[in-house]
């Protein structure tokens, strides 16, 4: 852009899931992909077991895109195929686990740290892919 | 459950996108699958064209399950095929088409109307699936 020259908005387009997952290879380091008001909606790609975690003051909505999720609760496991969601409500102890690498869509508040109350090195520095 | 019997609580599973769409053939009629925070994760099947509306105070996420989702705005058009999401910003004045018959997902803060400041009679009475 030319110094004066306005800025001209770019065409509103459609964000393409398939796309944005292949420009990252990371576990576990969720990318923001869109923001919903005060929301952001974020893709990550999980293989293993991630730690016990809390949110106190936020549901958390996961769905999955390709491979298996379990949701591991205290009071037992939440399986997500592709095609499948579940939101955690505010104040549940889980800890996702993922034996074959998956890909998944989170939702949840601006700010919420991927360790909630837990914290630790695990906790990731979100980046926007755009 | 007898009279006296403490209620025990379903343990808590998964919501399946593709069982639930299965559960109505209804157009233009969002239904409520999940909460998240105050807002409402809602899935609606489509086809032919919808009214042209603003929703003033929010965004609204919408992401195509299956089908073919044409998003008009009025500097330009927005398509979506599944797995495609787009964000339509707060007061963007917008009119969802499909040509043909297609699913998806919605998520917005809890008691937005689908036709926005357009009102009229094809304003929806959110059901929810359990």
């Known amino acids: 852009m030319t110094l004066g020259t306005p800025a001209v908005p770019a065409a509103a387009s459609s964000i393409n899931l398939a796309e944005r997952l ?20 974020k893709i ?4 293993g077991e991630f730690i016990w975690h809390t949110h106190e003051d936020t ?33 549940v102890e889980h800890c996702p ?15 919420v740290a991927n360790t909630g109350d837990a914290g630790g090195e695990r906790t990731a520095v979100l980046e926007t892919l755009r």
């Open 22 to 41: 292949s420009r990252f290879s990371e576990l576990w380091m969720p990318k923001k992909i869109a923001d919903l008001n005060d929301y952001e909606v």
């Open 44 to 47: 990550t790609k999980l293989k």
């Open 97 to 111: 686990r993922a034996d074959e690498e998956t890909a998944i869509l989170l939702l949840e508040p601006a700010g």
């Open 59 to 91: 549901d958390e909505l996961f769905i999955v895109i390709s491979g298996l999720l379990t949701i591991q609760l205290r009071d037992g496991d939440v399986t997500l195929a592709p095609g499948e969601l579940y939101v955690v409500p505010r104040g």
